[in-house]
């Protein structure tokens, strides 16, 4: 059994800044790309950041420049640094990770989601 709880959302001012954490735990013998993705109300889930084991990046267009993806493999840990943020980054987030459960499985797992909203 994986977990992965997602923290650090929140209200905040367009241009204001918030990070988000994702603590993964359970059986894990290893966690390949982690990433965030975001759902807005009507919207498809989308894509904003990714990171692989070896600390490979890759964003969405919309998000560069102003998202910085990290992750501690030691804790089992992905952050999401947003800063600049704008009304069109309110969404749910939701943590992903690739986690290596046995010697030969690998399977995808989600957290529940947290809210971000950016409003004056």
């Known amino acids: 059994q994986v977990q992965l709880v997602e923290s650090g959302g929140g209200l905040v001012q367009p241009g204001g800044s918030l990070r988000l954490s994702c603590a993964a735990s359970?059986?894990?013998?290893?966690?390949?790309?982690m990433g965030w993705y975001r759902q807005a109300p009507g919207k498809q889930r989308e894509l904003v950041a990714t990171?692989?084991?070896?600390?490979?990046?890759n964003y969405a267009d919309s998000v560069k420049g102003r998202f910085t993806i990290s992750r501690d493999n030691a804790k089992k840990t992905v952050n999401l640094e947003m800063n600049s943020l704008k009304p069109e980054d309110t969404a749910v987030y939701y943590c992903?990770?690739?986690?290596?459960?046995?010697?030969?499985?690998?399977?995808?797992?989600w957290g529940q989601g947290i809210q971000v909203t950016v409003s004056s």
């Open positions: 992903k990770a690739a986690v290596m459960a046995t010697l030969t499985v690998v399977n995808d797992y």
């Open positions: 359970g059986s894990i013998l290893s966690i390949y790309t």
């Open positions: 990171i692989t084991l070896s600390g490979s990046t």
